[in-house]
């Protein structure tokens, strides 16, 4: 079995481009949001999912174990419900070796109008004392919304945490999002998609540039592995509902287009685990 697969402590290379695991917290500038690491797998033709958003693994066992490792260190990691829905996913670091201290994530999911379902993997573990409080972040509830009051009860009911959160174009507002999740005791936060949750997160960093330094995303870790999905598969669209992005090879500020760019992805580190190549990118 493959030394990366069974050995009690994250990949080397995950350490020096995160932080040390004796460090709680990588050291920030702007101190009023979490580190944020964006993660994801794809395909060589950039699919994240297939046909109709069906759920592909596509990371081989060695880029998984390496992706439960992520987990571990940070201490949320966050989802769209759309990705909550499809994939039912636990979001816990059972794919690390027995013998390894195995932190779990606490779950964040980013849900406007409160649709996960009461029996949804993430309350189940929680209710078995298997796994953390998910904290599930919703748009404002006003007093008329009787529909929404009766979800977040069940919800509560079932085991959740609501956060309110302002949004802005229907969606979430990562700008409010990250230091409201900050002042709640996030340091460190990971996140993993979907589609839509990870054009949204590029859009902010394209949107908050100023002077090389991005408000959104410090790192970009993303599996590719060799494997092909086809025109029906579901990729990461730069331009869903109220995201406008666009890449620009080299930083640009004080841009007047109405599409703001995200300057150019610095190369970190590129590591081949089993069949899979991961890279690392910090966003300058
Ligand atoms: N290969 C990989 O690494 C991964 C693949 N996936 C795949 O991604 C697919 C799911 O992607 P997708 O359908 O886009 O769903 P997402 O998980 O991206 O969730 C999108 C939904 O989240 C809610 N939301 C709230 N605020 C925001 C915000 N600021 N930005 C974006 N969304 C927000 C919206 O629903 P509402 O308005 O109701 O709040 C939105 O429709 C699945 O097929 C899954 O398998 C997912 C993760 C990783
Ligand atoms: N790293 C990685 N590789 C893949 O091939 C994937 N499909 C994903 N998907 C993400 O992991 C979630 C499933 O997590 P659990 O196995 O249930 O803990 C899925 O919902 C995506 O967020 N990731």
Redesign the pocket.
Known sequence: MSESITRNSPPEFLESVLWSCDQPLPVRKDSNRPYVTLT??QSLDGKIAGKGGK?????GKES?VM?HWMRSMHDGIL?GIG?ALN?D????TRHLPVTAHRVSPRPIILDSNLRLGLECKLLKNYRQGSAMQPWVVCSPLHAEDRDRFGRKEALEKAGAKIVEVPSHNDLISIGDLLPKLYNLGIGTLMV??GSSIIASFLAEMSRTCDHNTHHAVDMLII?VAPTLVGDDGIGYGLGGKGVRVSLAPSPRVGSESDCTQISSLHHVHTELMGRDTVFACKLL
């Open positions: 994801f797998a759920q592909l693994i596509l990371s998984m992706t989802i990705t994939d996913p636990q979001l816990n993993e998609g599996t």
